[in-house]
């Protein structure tokens, strides 16, 4: 079974891509809410994709080429889509506790058992935890570890993605850039002084806590591993 960190830019570009490639029955978990979830997949659904067709006009416009409109991907239900959504099983976790509760209960029955395994995958976990106390390699790893557990209980491959906000795309707390984050060791630790300050006490990267079970995706330049020698002997 295949544990991998994989990256889509936003929330749109993650679900469509994952309904065309008919990847085997999936089960999506959001670490948000449904509404929250809806905001950031509206924008792009909004706008319909043109479709180029040639448009028979009288004298000079004969040759002309005009656009017609057909709706999103995924608001055209053709058959196709159809059938593929029904391999898909959505899941609204908004909060920590929520997605613990979910994990710890989850049972995929894949009646199939054919190529491509079914899949488990976890949008904006670490996005979860980000502002809060469990913020931490503490409540980090508790929560990856349930994820961990769910996935090799049920026998599916596991993927993790963080998407960035469609509303702030340069927002630094969201994205592929929570990654290589810094977190204290204990949950519960305080910032000194302000936010700018730093953690009190030791830190670790996200990407050394997450590389203990995943893989990462290769779409980025490998990162210098003589920085994060010291990080794994902590983990």
Wanted: with cysteine; hydrophobic share 40%.
């Amino acid at each position: 079974m295949k544990r991998v960190v994989v990256y889509y830019d936003t929330a749109p570009e993650l679900l469509e891509s994952r309904l065309r490639a008919q990847q085997g029955n999936t089960t999506l978990i959001i670490c948000s809410s449904k509404k929250q979830y809806l905001q950031q997949l509206i924008p792009f659904l909004s706008v319909r994709q043109p479709t180029p067709a040639v448009a028979f006009k009288e004298d000079t416009e004969a040759e002309d080429t005009c656009q017609s409109q057909r709706p999103h991907f995924l608001l055209d239900p053709t058959l196709q889509l159809m059938s593929i959504s029904k391999a898909t099983k959505l899941a609204f976790c908004p909060t920590i506790n929520t997605l613990r509760a979910y994990l710890s209960s989850l049972a995929i029955l894949d009646h199939t058992k054919s190529a491509p395994r079914a899949s488990l995958m976890i949008v904006d976990l670490i996005l979860l935890h980000h502002a809060t106390s469990e913020f931490s390699v503490q409540g980090l790893m508790r929560s990856l570890a349930s994820a961990v557990e769910a996935a090799a209980r049920n026998q599916v491959d596991l993927q993790l993605c963080e998407c960035r906000d469609v509303h702030d795309l340069e927002n630094p707390d969201r994205g592929a850039r929570l990654w290589d984050a810094q977190v204290p060791l204990l949950s519960g630790s305080v910032r000194l002084r302000d936010e700018d300050a730093g953690w009190s006490g030791r830190v670790i990267s996200i990407r050394t806590i997450v590389g203990r079970w995943f893989e990462f995706e290769k779409t980025e330049e490998p990162k210098d591993d003589r920085a994060t020698e010291d990080e794994e002997m902590l983990v």
